[in-house]
Nanobody, 119 residues
C-alpha cells in the first residue's frame, strides 16, 4: 500500500536548523507532486512548500520563504525539507503529502513528525 514516512523532527532552539525527510513507498514516486504541510497547536493544517513530480520550480508559503528549501530525489523516493533559521512559530507537526501529477488535491499523507522550536 502507499505509505509516506516522515523523519527528522525534534526539539531545537530558535535560529537552529533541521532537515526533515519523507520516504515514499507503494507508488510511482516520479509521477507524484510532493508537499509539506504543518499543523501548529490549536491551528489549521497549513501549506508549507511543494515540488512538482519533475522537480521543477518549488513553491513556498510566505512565512517560510528564504528559510526553508524543499527538494526531492526520485531515485531514492524521498522528499526533504531543509529548515534554517527556525522560529518558535515554526513549532508544529509537519506532514508529508503526495498527489498524482495534475490532480487538484493532496490525498496521501504521512503520520507527521513533531518540530518544536524553543525561544
Amino acid at each position: 500500500q502507499v505509505q509516506l514516512v516522515e523523519s527528522g523532527g525534534g526539539l531545537v532552539q530558535a535560529g537552529d536548523s533541521l532537515r526533515l525527510s519523507c520516504a515514499a513507498s507503494g507508488l510511482t514516486f516520479s509521477r507524484y507532486d510532493m508537499a509539506w504541510f504543518r499543523q501548529g497547536p490549536r491551528k489549521e493544517r497549513d501549506y508549507v512548500a511543494s515540488i512538482s513530480w519533475s522537480g521543477g520550480t518549488p513553491y513556498y508559503a510566505d512565512s517560510v520563504k528564504g528559510r526553508f528549501t524543499i527538494s526531492r530525489d526520485n531515485a531514492k523516493n524521498t522528499v526533504a525539507l531543509q529548515m534554517n533559521s527556525l522560529k518558535p512559530e515554526d513549532t508544529a507537526v509537519y506532514y508529508c503529502a503526495a498527489r498524482y501529477g495534475g490532480r487538484p488535491k493532496y490525498d496521501t499523507w504521512g503520520q507527521g513528525t513533531q518540530v518544536t522550536v524553543s525561544s
